[in-house]
């Protein structure tokens, strides 16, 4: 089993910047996907980036240019640097392990855009 535990969310004004951590724990396998979901209230759970072990990052469009994944293996975390936050970033921000047989999530860190 992976645990996964995120840290960092909170309110934030528009054009302000927040940094999410995840760490993972238990039975990690070397080779694996970590990521970022957000689920917005009423709408459905999506992708805002992933990064391999190998440290190749992808980002959702609607968030590239200001949102930047990364990782630190020998801590087993993961990052998501926000800037530039918009309203429409406010979600409830899920991290991901895939470690290409399961798929594990966190219990969700809320991330709350507004002035």
């Known amino acids: 089993q992976v645990q996964l535990v995120e840290s960092g969310g909170g309110l934030v004004q528009p054009g302000g910047s927040l940094r999410l951590s995840c760490a993972a724990s238990?039975?990690?396998?070397?080779?694996?996907?970590m990521g970022w979901y957000r689920q917005a209230p009423g709408k459905e759970r999506e992708l805002v980036a992933t990064?391999?072990?190998?440290?190749?990052?992808n980002h959702a469009d609607s968030v590239k240019g200001r949102f930047t994944i990364s990782r630190d293996n020998a801590r087993n975390t993961v990052y998501l640097q926000m800037n530039s936050l918009k309203p429409e970033d406010t979600a409830v921000y899920y991290c991901?392990?895939?470690?290409?047989?399961?798929?594990?999530w966190g219990k969700g860190t809320l991330v709350t855009v507004s002035s």
């Open positions: 990064i391999t072990s190998s440290k190749s990052p």
């Open positions: 238990g039975s990690i396998f070397s080779i694996n996907v």
């Open positions: 991901n392990l895939y470690n290409y047989r399961d798929k594990y």
